[in-house]
C-alpha cells in the first residue's frame, strides 16, 4: 500500500466521527418519525414499506451521493468548505452594494443562523433518542430518560473547556465500530425477509407517491430526517480534503446506513409492533443495554462535531465582520482549529436544555429538525447556482439545468417540513431569525460607524506635510507607536486624541490596518505590505483569511523583510475606544442601534482579539452619534 493511501486511510477514519457523526445517528429516529410519529404516520405495509425504503436509499444517494460529496464539495475556498465559505465564494465576483450582492449576503447568513439552530437541536435529538432506548429494556427506565438525557449534555458542554484533543483520537474509532454494528444488525434482519431490497427499485417510491400522493408528499417531512448531518460534509472538508471524505461515505457510511434501514423495514414487516423502537428491536436483548452505551457515545460524538462547527462558524464570522469579538481559547497547542468560545458554548447548553424540557422526546423534536436542514439545503442550492453561474462562468443552461433537480428535492422536503411549523417546526425559524438579526444588525451598525468615524476624519497625507512644514511645533519621543485604524488613508482618532492629551508624537509612527480576506489563510509571504511615508511615518497593511488566528505583533514581524524592523519591547499599540450615542433618526432604526451598541459594549477588547501585549497598548476613547 502506498503513503498516500494510507493516509488517505487514516483522514478517512478520523472523517467518520467527525464528519458522519450526525448522519450516523439518524437511523436511531428516522423509522421511528415515519411509521409512528406525530405527524401524519405511514401505515405498516408492505408497499408503504418498500416505498418508505425506496425515498430514504434514493435520498442518501441523490443528496448526499450526488449532490454533496460530489457537486457540492467542488466549490471548495481553498479547501475549505461550509456556508460561510461557500457565501464568501459566491460574493466575490459580485458588485459592491448591488442588490445581487444584497441577496446572497442574506442568504448566507440566513444559512449560517439555522446551523446554529441545527447546533441546538442535533445534540438534544440524538443523545434523548439514544437513552430512550432504555425503555425499550424496561419501561421502569421510562421516568429517568430526561434526567440521563440532560446529564449527559450537561457534561457534554462542560468538557468543552478542556477541549477534545485528548478523547478525539476516539472518535473515529467508536464511529467505525457504530457503523459496523449498524451494518451487521441491519444485514441479520435482511437475512429474515430479503424481500426489502426490491427498494433499490426506484419505481417502489415512484409507486408511493402515485397510490398515496398526500401521505407520501407528508412524509418526506420525516425521510429527510436520514439525511440530518450533510451539511458537515461541506463544512468539515477543510480538515480532512475531499478524497477522504468521500472514502468514507461510500466505503462504510453509506452502505451500513442502507442495510440498517433496509433491516429496520424487514423487521417491520414481519412484527409491526417493533414500531415502538424499530433501532432497538433490532438487536437481541441481551445486547440492549451495550447498544444504548455504544449509542449515546455516537450521539455525543455527533453532537461534538455540531458543536464544534458553530465554534468554528462564529470565529468566522467573527473575522469577516458579521459577528462582534467574542473570546476565543484554544484548546490544543498544536491543532490550529480546536478553539472553544465561552459565550456560544453556554448559550448553546442553555437552549439544548431548554429544548429538552420542553419538548420531552426525540418525537416531538423531529418536527423541529427537519425546518433547520431543510431549510440550509436549499440555501445551500442557490448559494452553488451562484457560484457556478457567476464565479466558474458556466452558462446560464448548465448552472440550472445542474441545481435545478436538487433545488426541487430541497424545495420537496422544506415543504413537506412546513406543515409541522406550528408542532415545533417554528423554534429553527425563530431562533434562525434572531441569530440573523444579531448578524446582519452588527455588520450594518459597523458599516454606519465607519461611516460616521470617516466623516469626521482627517487625511492622512496633508497632515504629515503639514507636520513637516513645523517641525518645531510638535515633540518627538523615542520609540515605535502602532495606531490601529479601518481606513488607512486618514488620522486615526486616536491620534489626535493622543495629540490632545500629551503634544507628543513617537519617532515612528506605524499606521496599521488589518483586513480579513476572502479565503481561508495568508501564507505569511503575503501577511504584510509596507508603505514608507515621510516624516517617520509607515503606513502597513496586514492581511488573515477567516480562518487564520489574528495574531498581530507575530504578523508585524514579517514587516523587517520590507524595510521596517520593529521592536516589541520599545513599541506601543493605540487604539480606540468609542462610546456610541444612539440616534432618532438615523439609517438604523433605534431599536436596531441600540441593540448594536450593546453588542459593541460587551464585544471582546480588540488588543486581546490581535493578541497585543497588555503592557504596551493605550486605549484612546471618544464619543460617536450615531
Not at 6 to 21: E, P
Not at 87 to 96: D, F, N, V
Not at 112 to 141: K, Q, R
Not at 266 to 277: C, M, P, R, T, W
Request: glycine share 8%.
Amino acid at each position: 500500500m502506498s503513503a498516500s493511501k494510507a493516509r488517505d486511510g487514516t483522514l478517512a477514519l478520523a472523517a467518520l466521527g467527525v464528519v458522519y457523526g450526525d448522519i450516523g445517528t439518524s437511523p436511531l429516529y428516522t423509522m421511528k418519525e415515519i411509521f409512528a410519529g406525530a405527524h401524519h404516520p405511514v401505515p405498516i405495509t408492505p408497499d408503504n414499506v418498500l416505498g418508505i425504503l425506496s425515498l430514504i436509499v434514493w435520498s442518501l444517494i441523490l443528496v448526499v451521493t450526488v449532490k454533496y460529496v460530489y457537486f457540492i464539495m467542488k466549490a471548495d475556498n481553498k479547501g475549505e468548505g461550509g456556508i460561510m465559505a461557500l457565501m464568501a465564494l459566491a460574493l466575490r465576483p459580485m458588485a459592491e452594494g448591488g442588490r445581487r450582492q444584497a441577496l446572497v449576503l442574506v442568504l448566507g447568513l440566513f444559512g449560517a443562523a439555522l446551523f446554529y439552530g441545527d447546533g441546538v437541536i442535533t445534540p438534544a435529538i440524538s443523545v434523548l433518542s439514544a437513552v430512550e432506548g432504555l425503555e425499550v429494556a424496561t419501561p421502569a427506565f421510562k421516568p429517568y430518560v430526561l434526567p440521563i438525557a440532560l446529564a449527559v449534555l450537561t457534561s457534554l458542554f462542560l468538557i468543552q473547556r478542556k477541549g477534545t484533543g485528548s478523547v478525539g483520537a476516539l472518535f473515529g474509532p467508536i464511529t467505525a465500530l457504530w457503523f459496523l454494528v449498524l451494518a451487521l444488525l441491519g444485514g441479520v434482519n435482511i437475512a429474515a425477509h430479503p424481500g426489502v431490497l426490491l427498494a433499490f427499485d426506484p419505481r417502489h417510491s415512484l409507486d408511493f407517491f402515485l397510490a398515496q400522493p398526500s401521505l407520501a408528499f407528508l412524509a418526506l417531512g420525516a425521510v429527510v430526517l436520514a439525511v440530518t448531518g450533510t451539511e458537515a460534509l461541506y463544512a468539515d472538508m477543510g480538515h480532512f480534503g475531499r478524497r477522504p471524505v468521500r472514502l468514507a461515505w461510500l466505503g462504510l457510511a453509506l452502505p451500513a446506513l442502507v442495510l440498517n434501514y433496509f433491516g429496520q423495514g424487514a423487521l417491520l414487516l414481519g412484527d409491526a409492533s417493533a414500531i415502538e423502537n424499530p433501532f432497538y428491536r433490532l438487536a437481541p436483548t441481551w445486547a440492549l443495554y451495550p447498544m444504548v452505551a455504544l449509542a449515546t457515545m455516537a450521539t455525543v460524538i455527533a453532537s461534538q462535531a455540531v458543536i464544534s462547527g458553530a465554534f468554528s462558524i462564529t470565529q468566522q464570522a467573527i473575522q469577516l465582520g458579521y459577528c462582534p469579538r467574542l473570546e476565543i481559547l484554544h484548546t490544543s497547542p498544536h491543532e490550529i482549529g480546536q478553539i472553544y468560545l465561552p459565550a456560544v458554548n453556554w448559550v448553546l447548553l442553555f437552549s439544548v436544555v431548554a429544548l429538552v424540557l420542553g419538548f420531552g422526546s426525540s418525537t416531538k423534536l423531529a418536527a423541529a429538525y427537519g425546518i433547520a436542514v431543510t431549510g440550509t439545503m436549499v440555501i445551500t442550492s442557490l448559494l452553488a447556482f451562484v457560484v457556478a453561474r457567476w464565479l466558474w462562468g458556466w452558462p446560464l443552461w448548465r448552472a440550472a439545468l445542474g441545481a435545478a433537480p436538487f433545488l426541487l428535492i430541497d424545495l420537496a422536503f422544506f415543504s413537506a417540513n412546513a406543515v409541522k411549523i406550528a408542532d415545533g417546526g417554528w423554534f429553527p425559524l425563530a431562533f434562525g431569525a434572531l441569530v440573523f438579526m444579531l448578524l446582519m444588525t452588527w455588520k450594518q451598525g459597523r458599516r454606519l460607524l465607519q461611516q460616521r468615524l470617516a466623516a469626521d476624519a482627517m487625511d492622512l497625507l496633508p497632515f504629515i506635510d503639514g507636520l513637516e512644514l513645523n517641525p518645531g511645533e510638535l515633540a518627538r519621543v523615542p520609540g515605535t507607536a502602532v495606531f490601529l485604524t479601518p481606513n488607512p488613508d486618514g488620522v486615526p482618532h486616536a491620534m489626535l486624541h493622543s495629540l490632545k492629551h500629551y503634544k507628543t508624537l513617537h519617532e515612528r509612527v506605524v499606521m496599521t490596518t488589518v483586513k480579513v480576506l476572502d479565503i481561508p489563510r495568508v501564507t505569511d509571504s503575503q501577511r504584510v505590505v509596507v508603505e514608507r511615508l515621510s516624516g517617520g511615518f509607515w503606513r502597513v497593511r496586514v492581511f488573515f483569511g477567516f480562518m487564520d488566528e489574528p495574531d498581530l505583533p507575530l504578523a508585524l514581524e514579517w514587516c523587517a523583510e520590507q524595510g521596517l524592523q520593529l521592536d516589541m519591547m520599545d513599541t506601543s499599540f493605540f487604539l480606540g475606544r468609542e462610546t456610541l450615542i444612539p440616534k432618532l433618526r438615523s439609517e438604523m432604526p433605534f431599536w436596531r442601534e441600540k441593540i448594536f451598541i450593546a453588542l459593541f459594549r460587551n464585544a471582546g477588547s480588540a488588543a486581546a482579539y490581535f493578541r497585543l501585549p497588555p503592557n504596551r497598548v493605550v486605549e484612546l476613547g471618544a464619543q460617536v452619534v450615531l
